[in-house]
């Protein structure tokens, strides 16, 4: 199992979290199978930026990102180099250090 370290987030997980995770298992879907309700508007089909994260430790054992998720990616809020989204960034053998930024452009949050 992965561990993947959460930073705090002052609405989704206040005082951060570590989770152990499969790999080949999205960050996303480990966190939403360990209670944190990262927003995932597209159904977590690369549509939109809603689950963007930034990899803060780890960012390299990740698979590159394909076009597709660039493309999403450019529109996020507050982008970085160690930007993803979590719903296409695949949990390998190394642990991680994930960061859910503050905001997102999603004008409506939708309960899942």
């Known amino acids: 199992m992965t561990k993947i370290i959460f930073l705090p987030h002052e609405e989704l997980c206040p005082e951060g979290a570590v989770i152990e995770a499969k790999p080949g298992v999205s960050i996303c879907e480990a966190a939403l199978e360990n209670d944190i309700e990262i927003e995932h508007a597209c159904e977590m089909?690369?549509?939109?930026?809603?689950?963007?994260?930034?990899?803060?430790?780890?960012?390299?054992?990740?698979?590159?990102?394909?076009?597709?998720?660039?493309?999403?990616?450019?529109?996020?809020?507050?982008l970085e180099p160690e930007s993803r989204?979590?719903?296409?960034?695949?949990?390998?053998?190394?642990?991680?250090?994930?960061e859910i930024p503050k905001y997102t452009i999603n004008m409506v949050a939708e309960n899942h």
Do not use: N, P
Request: proline fraction near 0%; aromatic fraction near 6%.
């Open 45 to 78: 089909s690369c549509a939109c930026t809603t689950c963007h994260v930034i990899i803060r430790e780890g960012f390299d054992s990740l698979e590159e990102s394909d076009e597709f998720e660039d493309d999403m990616l450019d529109k996020a809020w507050g």
């Open 85 to 98: 989204l979590s719903c296409q960034a695949i949990v390998g053998d190394e642990d991680l250090v994930v």
